[in-house]
Each structure stands twice: as C-alpha cells, then as structure tokens.
C-alpha cells in the first residue's frame, strides 16, 4: 500500500500565558491584581499539546479522529495541514491537501457564489478552465441555482456550508479533511454530505480524514479511528 501520510514521533509544545504581551500591558494588569505576578510566572510554563504521535494512513484509507475537548484534534490537523510546525518529530505527506474550513476562510462576501467558487478554487491550485466547467455541478449539488449570481453576503448559515462542501468535493485532491462538517445544516444537508463521504470512501480514489465528537458517525462512514486523550495516542483500531 502507498502511504498517504506518516507521522514519526511528533509533538507539539506550547506557552502557557502571555508570551510575547506587551510589557506596559503586563506592568497595567499588575497594578490592576496583586497576585498577577505570581499567576504570570507560573501560567508561562511550557506545555505539551501533543506527545510522540507516530502513526501512518494509507492513500485511499478513510479514517476519524476523536477525542475530548483539549485532546489535540485541531493541532493535529494543523500540523497536517502545515498551518504550524512540530516541535519536533516528522510528518511526511504524499499527495496534495484541502480542507473544508479552508475553503469557507476563502471566501469574499461582495462576490457572487460563482465567482466564489473560482477563488476558492484558486487558492487551492485549482486551474480556471476546470473550475468554469464544474461550476454548474458545483452549484447544483449545494442546490444554489437560484442565488449562484447573488452575493454570498446574502447566504444564509446553511447555503454557506452547502457551498464550501460542493467545492472542496470536486476539487482534484487527493488528501481531504473535514472538521465537524456534520454538526452544522439542517438535517437534509448532513444525510447528503454523508452519503457523499461514503461514495467518495468506497472509490478509494482520495483519503480521508475526519475529526468529529461524533463517534456514531465516524463508526458508520471511516474504516479505522484514532483517538487522543490529553495529547497522546489513546487508541488506533479498525472498524
């Protein structure tokens, strides 16, 4: 099987506190509480996020991250994605990666839906030629047809959501991650996007990856789960 993402050994270390604060702001709060420098010395202490995360995912394979609030699901993917750096560790990736909140961070409220959907599209690499000829597919599957030459300024929460979704599924990467996509839309908006998960999971043409506190949906749409507990690897089984 080739190996769509590797991680050897990572962590990830963080400050506690106001690192980096302006010293006059410090210098303000301590006249404002007494006991403000004590607090400031002991919440500057470093901290582990993550702890030696050492696991690999195969090219087609689709698997869930779960865990608490504070488990370190989000710095994960970050580091996934590259928004940030480990500390120290490997992480390799073979294949190009998109994200859903990615593609809602992209968008422009003084433009339409389609010309959302070729900047979006754009930021992730894609080319114009194959934007301009799905942007009618695109705009069919978030069910927009009516609004696709409206400002999104004027979307409602739900058309927002069926938007960036009907992107990033036709965008042509092989490595997607979605980040509690389904606790968000009306009822109807989540049976479509899990079945469109499962269609895109059994063609095996793309990896998946989603992080989700629901742990009934992440049993009936991945094939494995990892879970976190304060930082570390707590279990990685198959379903």
Known sequence: MTIAIRLENVYKKYRRGRFGFPQIMISLMRL?????????????????????ISFSINKGESVGITGKNGAGKSTLLKL??????????????NGSIAGYLD?????????????????????????????????????????????ADTPI???????FLRLAFSILIHLDHEILFFDEIFAVGDAEFQKRCQKTMKILIESKKKTILLVSHNQELINSTCSRVIELCN?????????
């Open 231 to 239: 930082g570390e690897i707590s279990s990685d089984r198959e379903l």
């Open 153 to 159: 300024k004027k979307y409602s929460s739900g058309m």
């Open 32 to 52: 404002l509480s007494r006991n403000c420098k004590g607090s400031d010395r002991k919440s500057n202490r470093e901290f582990f996020a993550l702890k030696n």
């Open 80 to 93: 996934i994605y590259g928004v940030t750096a480990p500390s120290s560790g490997v992480i390799r990736l």
């Open 103 to 147: 593609v809602l961070s992209c968008f422009y409220h003084e433009f339409t839906g389609k010309e959302n959907i070729l900047l979006a599209g754009a930021y992730f690499g894609a080319q114009k030629k194959y934007l301009k000829e799905n942007s009618f597919r695109i705009i069919e599957f978030a069910e927009l047809q009516e609004h």
